[in-house]
């Protein structure tokens, strides 16, 4: 058993020091079985496992890792975001409430659209990066859940988790914070209040572009923490060995890569700022941004990989510039050590994304060779 006053950059390269005691090996084994052995006795041979649904080691050891990272007391894997955030929608009774952010990934606000209107749940969206906005809604509602995304994507709004937090409560609701771009080691949205902290590990956390998954800790064990462990049990929405496994490898080197994205992030923020061929540039990291203060007393060691800037001359100006770049992949998705870059209004036409913003994740290459390739970019129209 590790000490638990380890700092998280210890935690992740000693994987919470999981060694695999049957071969000796420094790294822990996938043990890819779905059912589990009994003795002559019926005795389970070991007593922790007996079906994959419920019971994997290397799923056990990604949520060991995660909780120790987000100062969680729990934390359950799932297979991908989504379905982390369903899980946490589902134990919402039909005929209830719930106030979620506006503006957030767009894949999060379809679905709750969705589910709120099957379920009969009422949903109030609302602009939680402006705290006023959501004290007055929350001041008058009875709700079961607040479901905030901060920063968020593509619009990289912050939202102050203390004072949503304060919200919440008023109106009877516990607090959810959606914190992918945040990372676990930028922010510790438990830390702040909230009581749920979900993320994506599609991204950051795994940071390959080659596992999706999802990711729920909670501060404490409640019974709608139990709910949704008894929910992702028996209703099946668990996270594979393998990529559990793949995981638990990745988050080795998670605070090296965060580190080198934020910094790499800042560094493009300031050239982009500075362009003459770029109307605005979002990122809590540039002081121009109006919630920089906030971020930079809720974001401890950057400000994050994510960011969007709009392009002078509209949405074919935009798409040339993206047509143009050679590093950044055009592709959807965020926080891989590649650079990637996306035409939001293409996915999300009628949500009043601008046709001329560009939402760039910036990745660990090498810095010069990132500015070189936006600068040609920008110049060659
Ligand atoms: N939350 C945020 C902020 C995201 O960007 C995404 C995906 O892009 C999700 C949740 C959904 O995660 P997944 O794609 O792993 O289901």
Redesign the pocket.
């Given at each position: 058993m590790q000490r638990n006053d380890l700092k998280p950059a210890t935690i992740a390269a000693h994987a919470a020091g999981a060694v695999d005691l049957a071969s000796g090996g420094v790294v822990p084994p996938i043990q890819p079985s779905t059912t589990f052995v009994r003795d002559r006795d019926y005795q389970l041979v070991n007593e922790d496992n007996v079906y994959l649904r419920s019971h994997n080691d290397a799923v056990r050891l990604g949520e060991e890792i995660l909780s120790r990272l987000e100062g969680a007391e729990d934390t359950q894997l799932f297979p991908?975001?989504?379905?982390?955030?369903a899980a946490v929608f589902r134990t919402v009774p039909n005929g209830g409430a719930v106030i979620v952010q506006s503006g957030?990934?767009w894949?999060?606000t379809k679905w709750i659209r969705d589910f709120c209107s099957r379920r009969d749940i009422t949903l109030h969206e609302v602009d939680a990066s402006d705290t006023g906005a959501l004290q007055a809604l929350c001041a008058g509602l009875k709700a079961q859940l607040v479901f905030v995304?901060t920063p968020?994507?593509p619009w990289l709004k912050t939202v102050d988790i203390i004072a949503a937090k304060a919200c919440a409560e008023s109106c009877g609701a516990f607090l959810v914070v959606?914190s992918?771009?945040a990372t676990p080691l930028l922010t510790q949205p438990l830390a702040l209040g909230a009581d749920l902290v979900?993320?994506?590990?599609?991204?950051v956390i795994n940071g390959h572009s080659d596992v999706?998954?999802?990711v729920l800790s909670t501060r404490v064990r409640t019974p709608v923490w139990e709910a949704i462990c008894m929910d992702r049990n028996e209703a099946g929405a668990v996270m594979g060995p393998f990529e559990a496994w793949l995981l638990v490898r990745s988050m080795r080197t998670l605070p090296l890569r965060v580190e080198k994205m934020c910094a790499n992030a800042m560094a493009v923020a300031e050239f982009l700022a500075a362009h003459p061929e770029v109307e605005e540039v979002l990122y809590p990291g540039l002081p121009s941004h109006e919630g920089h203060d906030l971020a930079g007393r809720q974001m401890q060691g950057g400000y994050g990989f994510l960011m969007s800037f709009l392009v002078k001359g509209g949405r074919a100006a935009a798409l040339a510039v993206a047509g143009r770049l050679n590093l950044f992949h055009r592709a959807?998705?965020?926080g891989g050590v590649e650079s990637l870059v996306e035409h939001r209004h293409t996915i999300e036409p009628h949500t009043g994304i601008p046709e001329n913003l560009l939402r760039i994740s910036i990745g660990i290459e090498d810095i010069d060779d990132l500015i070189a390739d936006l600068s040609q970019a920008l110049q060659g129209g």
């Open positions: 991908s975001g989504m379905a982390a955030i957030i990934y894949g999060t995304e968020s994507n959606d992918t771009a979900m993320h994506s590990a599609t991204k999706l998954g999802g959807t998705s965020l």
